[in-house]
Nanobody, 116 residues
Framework: QVQLVESGGGLVQPGGTLRLSCAAS????????MGWYRQAPGKGREYVAI???????NYAASVKGRFTISRDNAENTLYLQMNNLKPEDTAVYYC??????????WGQGTQVTVSS
């Protein structure tokens, strides 16, 4: 059974930082491209960043230069370091394994709220 469990969300002031984690089980972690998506209230789910198992990362334009995605293959864990957070980053953040298609896996999400 595949499980992706996110943690690390919370309430933070504008300009603050958070680090999200996603613990994966039930998959061969090293064989999967892992990504982060987010969904703000009243909006659709949007891509944030990807860490390709074959090497390399990619970011949405809205977070490039502020967010960093990384993975620890020994711990089967994906991370998202979020710096200089803005109110528009407020969303539920989801961990993904295998892409945004019918064969992908999703976590339950973790809430990030950026507000003063």
């Amino acid at each position: 059974q595949v499980q992706l469990v996110e943690s690390g969300g919370g309430l933070v002031q504008p300009g603050g930082t958070l680090r999200l984690s996603c613990a994966a089980s039930g998959i061969n972690f090293t064989k999967y491209a892992m990504g982060w998506y987010r969904q703000a209230p009243g909006k659709g789910r949007e891509y944030v960043a990807i860490d390709r198992n074959t090497g390399g990362t990619n970011y949405a334009a809205s977070v490039k230069g502020r967010f960093t995605i990384s993975r620890d293959n020994a711990e089967n864990t994906l991370y998202l370091q979020m710096n200089n957070l803005k109110p528009e980053d407020t969303a539920v953040y989801y961990c993904n394994a295998g892409g945004n298609g019918p064969s992908g896996y999703w976590g339950q999400g973790t809430q990030v709220t950026v507000s003063s």
